[in-house]
């Protein structure tokens, strides 16, 4: 087995079902800090979603607003900056790193008053990103919030903190497949290849998930030495 295997993202969702997913890395010519989020559904509710970009921010928002059944778990801002940080997370806790942060705390400590969804018996996992562009450089963290048991009686809290390197990118999922319940994410980020065009690991990603689950995509590639950035927002329901 080679631990410094770098995978595709193909390679890597192989499952029906991984749920909401963070890459985070830098493109192969090292000049692009890369940030990608996507998300998935089983439910009528779930599946009912779109990206959108209001403000500089991202948001999940209902496609058909008719059929929402319970927004408490699926509409929350994905994306957002701050300062010289940008912040991606599957779910409100968005609000809670950005507003830490604001207040003088840190990604990780900001964090630390969070847990896991309480969505039983799925439990399921808050993943979280922050890319750093402070000091005209570029760094990023991961993070996971799991329940450590089945009932939910603890949360475990796992930080990630990576040095980039060219081409190589860390992605974190909510799941590993489907099931009942759903079996959570277990152990370190995956390695993943970068490439350089925004479209190519857009297209990439698009393709290589599930036709029938996959709902929405965000990607971002920041020029570091600029601080200037694209992005491209894929969405399955286009209104």
Known sequence: MDIYKINTIKELTRDPYVGRGIIAGLSEDGKNAVAAYFIMGRSQNSRNRVFAERGGAVFTEPFDASKVEDPSLIIYAAVREIGRKLIVTNGDQTDTVVEGIRLGSDFAGALRTREFEPDAPNLTPRISAELD??????????????????AGSQCARYTFEYAPIAGLGHFIHTYVGDGNPLPTFQGEPERVSVPNDIDAFTGDIWEALNEDNKISLFVRYTDIASGKHVQRIVNKYVK
């Open 133 to 150: 562009f402070s000091d005209g450089g570029f760094g990023y963290k991961m993070s996971i919030l799991k329940s450590e048991d089945a």
